[in-house]
């Protein structure tokens, strides 16, 4: 238990530091408090971001997924999540254009800029606080999970420990402080999945002789469509299509385009991106797939404790320790960047309403921060429902933004009625879902949600307008072609129900995606060359 508490409490003690030394003043103006003054290469942003989204939801929550469907759910994140980088140039490049040129600051604030409508602007500044909040919960949750499963620490004075040192280094350094806290916490979650998976794989005898194992009692575990029958084709698509939808939208990944200090920054990026999705994302699903052999009968919120409970069954306490670190840093990296992002929201879009008192918002910003960690503390008090459906559900809400968003960015000429519509009743039908007056069968609720939210803006933009047809340039580049061509080449209906062969342990159709993912890299190499 000593050493355990020694690797945890040197671990926070060295984000903290890290956290002081990047520090900003009190007094310090928003756009160095929330964007660091816009001065992020490459290495740092690629950094800030990745680690930014890969998240609790990342390590446990895909973990969990990989114990109760499988290798079914790798393609889903590994690919969808690194298909969504294509985003990173057709929406990042121009909003880091427009905000650069205008000074903008938060979300929010370009959408004010592009508009010119107040109520939208903070109806878009509402939304997306209010369907991140469950997100911001996902890491106090994710966090008491870990520390219970280590130490024994009751599970929610796990939650308060890791959102009390979150706030502090928060507070203090502001982006600054959260994107070197986040390149050091991403290359600690990776080295940690990759040892927690080679201590998984060894004590099991290899990864063939373990995946074995595994699929002479598990055989769903190695096919499509899972180990609950969950991955069916139309949740396949829905699931990889939200991604692509929501990513984007959440206000800590939108923050990040303001950030970088050029083009070029933004585009190696965007081609680093779907390969180290692909590497990052098989590594808790293996985990999962493999916790079958220690733990056979777990529940499905139980099944979200997987990693933690079976590192601490087969490692050392010092190497246990280690690995928990790892998935603390995944958390910890994306609750500081939603905390910082939700408050410079709030504290340039709304508060700003009642105060011009520019001097006074850092201060508001971090009193703000403090707030938000309180109510993701009490929304991870007790936990509804696993890590994986809590975040479909705050995907969606945040989905229903980007029609206004990349319309507003490539339409000619725009009015804020066609987005405020779009909004309103894609939000209502995010509702509708939930308390289950809607039915979207066989899809995920965001298909119908985003067809209709896609409708209301053009139909309503058109009656107002009447526009002449102008269509955005990268419609008729053949690489966004041969890129739309991968997304449904990842639709591998011939493949479905097959487990076999086994290659190197692991099924064969999951090298397609793999591959897949290298081409798309590929592919977003000469596309952004030719610009």
Same mark, same amino acid.
């Given at each position: 238990?000593?050493?355990?508490?020694?690797?945890?409490?040197?671990?926070?003690?060295?984000?903290?530091?890290?956290?002081?030394?990047?520090?900003?003043?009190?007094?310090?103006?928003?756009?160095?408090?929330?964007?660091?003054?816009?001065?992020?290469?490459?290495?740092?942003?690629?950094?800030?971001?990745?680690?930014?989204?890969?998240?609790?939801?990342?390590?446990?929550?895909?973990?969990?997924?990989?114990?109760?469907?499988?290798?079914?759910?790798?393609?889903?994140?590994?690919?969808?999540?690194?298909?969504?980088?294509?985003?990173?140039?057709?929406?990042?490049?121009?909003?880091?254009?427009?905000?650069?040129?205008?000074?903008?600051?938060?979300?929010?604030?370009?959408?004010?800029?592009?508009?010119?409508?107040?109520?939208?602007?903070?109806?878009?500044?509402?939304?997306?606080?209010?369907?991140?909040?469950?997100?911001?919960?996902?890491?106090?949750?994710?966090?008491?999970?870990?520390?219970?499963?280590?130490?024994?620490?009751?599970?929610?004075?796990?939650?308060?420990?890791?959102?009390?040192?979150?706030?502090?280094?928060?507070?203090?350094?502001?982006?600054?402080?959260?994107?070197?806290?986040?390149?050091?916490?991403?290359?600690?979650?990776?080295?940690?999945?990759?040892?927690?998976?080679?201590?998984?794989?060894?004590?099991?005898?290899?990864?063939?002789?373990?995946?074995?194992?595994?699929?002479?009692?598990?055989?769903?575990?190695?096919?499509?469509?899972?180990?609950?029958?969950?991955?069916?084709?139309?949740?396949?698509?829905?699931?990889?299509?939200?991604?692509?939808?929501?990513?984007?939208?959440?206000?800590?990944?939108?923050?990040?385009?303001?950030?970088?200090?050029?083009?070029?920054?933004?585009?190696?990026?965007?081609?680093?991106?779907?390969?180290?999705?692909?590497?990052?994302?098989?590594?808790?699903?293996?985990?999962?797939?493999?916790?079958?052999?220690?733990?056979?009968?777990?529940?499905?919120?139980?099944?979200?404790?997987?990693?933690?409970?079976?590192?601490?069954?087969?490692?050392?306490?010092?190497?246990?320790?280690?690995?928990?670190?790892?998935?603390?840093?995944?958390?910890?990296?994306?609750?500081?960047?939603?905390?910082?992002?939700?408050?410079?929201?709030?504290?340039?879009?709304?508060?700003?309403?009642?105060?011009?008192?520019?001097?006074?918002?850092?201060?508001?910003?971090?009193?703000?921060?403090?707030?938000?960690?309180?109510?993701?503390?009490?929304?991870?008090?007790?936990?509804?429902?696993?890590?994986?459906?809590?975040?479909?559900?705050?995907?969606?809400?945040?989905?229903?933004?980007?029609?206004?968003?990349?319309?507003?960015?490539?339409?000619?000429?725009?009015?804020?009625?066609?987005?405020?519509?779009?909004?309103?009743?894609?939000?209502?039908?995010?509702?509708?879902?939930?308390?289950?007056?809607?039915?979207?069968?066989?899809?995920?609720?965001?298909?119908?949600?985003?067809?209709?939210?896609?409708?209301?803006?053009?139909?309503?933009?058109?009656?107002?307008?009447?526009?002449?047809?102008?269509?955005?340039?990268?419609?008729?580049?053949?690489? =966004?072609? *041969? /890129?739309? +061509?991968?997304?449904?080449? !990842? %639709?591998? $209906? #011939?493949?479905?129900?097959?487990?076999?062969?086994?290659?190197?342990?692991?099924?064969?159709?999951?090298?397609? =995606?793999? *591959? /897949?993912? +290298?081409?798309?890299?590929? !592919? %977003?190499? $000469? #596309?952004?060359?030719?610009?």
């Amino acid at each position: 238990m000593t050493v355990k508490l020694l690797v945890l409490g040197g671990y926070f003690l060295l984000v903290m530091l890290i956290g002081f030394l990047a520090r900003t003043r009190w007094t310090s103006s928003p756009e160095t408090y929330f964007l660091a003054d816009r001065s992020f290469g490459p290495i740092i942003l690629l950094g800030t971001m990745a680690a930014t989204n890969f998240s609790a939801f990342t390590v446990f929550g895909t973990s969990g997924a990989g114990y109760r469907d499988g290798y079914a759910f790798f393609p889903i994140m590994g690919f969808g999540t690194g298909f969504m980088a294509i985003s990173f140039w057709l929406l990042g490049r121009r909003i880091w254009e427009v905000g650069k040129s205008r000074g903008i600051v938060t979300p929010s604030e370009l959408i004010l800029s592009i508009y010119n409508s107040k109520t939208l602007s903070v109806l878009f500044a509402v939304v997306m606080i209010v369907f991140t909040i469950p997100y911001l919960a996902l890491q106090p949750m994710a966090a008491g999970y870990a520390l219970e499963s280590l130490l024994g620490l009751p599970y929610f004075y796990g939650c308060a420990l890791v959102a009390g040192v979150i706030v502090l280094y928060t507070l203090r350094g502001g982006m600054r402080a959260v994107a070197w806290t986040d390149v050091f916490q991403g290359g600690l979650m990776f080295v940690m999945l990759l040892v927690a998976l080679i201590i998984i794989v060894g004590h099991h005898g290899g990864l063939e002789a373990a995946n074995q194992k595994v699929m002479g009692v598990y055989p769903d575990l190695f096919s499509r469509p899972g180990g609950r029958g969950h991955y069916a084709p139309a949740i396949w698509f829905s699931y990889m299509l939200l991604w692509f939808l929501c990513d984007p939208m959440f206000p800590q990944l939108f923050q990040r385009f303001f950030v970088a200090k050029d083009r070029r920054s933004l585009s190696w990026m965007m081609l680093a991106y779907p390969l180290l999705s692909t590497a990052i994302f098989f590594m808790p699903v293996a985990i999962g797939v493999l916790g079958r052999l220690a733990f056979p009968a777990l529940s499905d919120i139980e099944a979200d404790k997987i990693l933690p409970m079976v590192v601490a069954l087969i490692s050392g306490d010092a190497m246990a320790a280690l690995v928990i670190a790892g998935g603390l840093a995944a958390l910890m990296s994306t609750m500081d960047s939603q905390l910082l992002t939700l408050s410079s929201i709030f504290t340039l879009d709304i508060f700003a309403l009642v105060s011009k008192n520019r001097k006074s918002y850092g201060l508001v910003g971090r009193i703000f921060v403090i707030f938000l960690s309180l109510c993701g503390l009490a929304l991870a008090y007790k936990p509804p429902s696993t890590i994986l459906q809590i975040a479909t559900q705050t995907f969606t809400g945040l989905a229903v933004l980007f029609p206004t968003v990349i319309f507003g960015l490539y339409l000619k000429r725009v009015h804020p009625l066609p987005a405020i519509l779009s909004v309103v009743v894609g939000e209502a039908m995010v509702v509708a879902f939930y308390i289950k007056w809607l039915s979207a069968a066989p899809f995920l609720p965001v298909i119908p949600v985003i067809i209709v939210t896609f409708v209301t803006y053009m139909i309503s933009h058109v009656l107002l307008l009447r526009p002449r047809l102008s269509l955005p340039a990268w419609l008729s580049d053949p690489y =966004f072609w *041969i /890129l739309t +061509a991968l997304f449904f080449l !990842a %639709m591998d $209906f #011939w493949a479905w129900g097959r487990s076999l062969p086994l290659v190197f342990g692991v099924p064969a159709w999951v090298y397609h =995606f793999v *591959i /897949l993912s +290298a081409v798309q890299t590929f !592919a %977003m190499y $000469f #596309w952004v060359r030719r610009k």
